[in-house]
């Protein structure tokens, strides 16, 4: 079966701080594919990145940067240099391989809130 | 524009009500699905549909109903038998397996801006 887990529920720094998010997940499957997503108050969330089971590269996008190992099934995401803006719900999430079944689950999420 | 609407943005139910939220999308994906988002509980997916005409339940199916009788749509109902309805719901698509133009977007949800349904 598949499932994620984000165990920090609620993470509170100060602006300009690095902060990371943690995401674990299991998967039988061979192929997959991990996401982050950014939910602002508005609520609609937002991708920021998908991540397939064979590009074990990080990745550095401004800001942000994702850390993926398969050895600790985790995929972690950073930001750097943390923004008031940066402040919203971030969820981690792992779909099968797309030829079968389309299910994405989703973890908890990890609200953020970045102080002034 | 392409994406996906979601309608209404705030939904009233009266007991023993059955209501339906909207979903459109014009982003020609194949695959569609519901989800519900309680605080705390992160998002759960309810049905989801990889093609027309047929659908699968998620993991927080009873009390819902969808139907997918054409590719833009995937109304969501939620029956007088969900008891506890209150919840945010969104709706996302994505290419799905049949949708091999762009693979670099083909395994991305696309979401709506979500129902807030309230109970009565």
């Known amino acids: 079966a598949q499932k994620v887990t984000q165990a920090q529920t609620e993470i509170s720094v100060v602006e300009k701080e690095d902060v990371t998010l943690d995401c674990v997940y299991e998967?039988?499957?061979?192929?997959?594919?991990l996401f982050w997503y950014k939910q602002p108050p508005s609520g609609e969330l937002v991708f920021l990145i998908r991540r397939n089971s064979f590009d074990e590269q990080n990745e550095i996008s401004g800001r942000y940067s994702w850390n993926f190992q398969k050895s600790t099934s985790s995929f972690n995401f950073t930001i750097t240099a943390s923004q008031v803006v940066d402040s919203a719900v971030y969820f981690c999430?792992?779909?099968?391989?797309?030829?079968?079944?389309?299910?994405?689950?989703f973890g908890k999420g990890t609200r953020l809130h970045i102080l002034p | 524009d392409g994406g996906i609407t979601q309608s209404p943005k705030y939904l009233f139910r009266k007991e023993g009500q059955n209501v339906t939220l909207s979903c459109e999308q014009n982003l020609n994906h194949d695959a569609m699905y519901w989800y519900r988002q309680d605080p705390g509980q992160g998002l759960r997916l309810i049905y989801y549909s990889q093609i027309v005409n047929d659908f699968q339940k998620g993991d927080i199916a009873e009390g819902y109903s969808v139907s997918r009788e054409k590719k833009e749509s995937f109304p969501l109902t939620v029956t007088s038998a969900q008891k506890n309805p209150t919840a945010f719901y969104l709706c996302?698509?994505?290419?799905?397996?049949?949708?091999?133009?762009?693979?670099?977007?083909?395994?991305?949800?696309?979401f709506g801006s979500g129902t807030q349904l309230s109970v009565l």
């Open positions: 999430a792992l779909s099968g391989p797309m030829n079968r079944d389309d299910k994405i689950i």
């Open positions: 998967t039988r499957d061979t192929t997959y594919y």
């Open positions: 996302a698509s994505r290419g799905g397996w049949g949708h091999k133009i762009d693979r670099s977007t083909n395994e991305k949800l696309f």
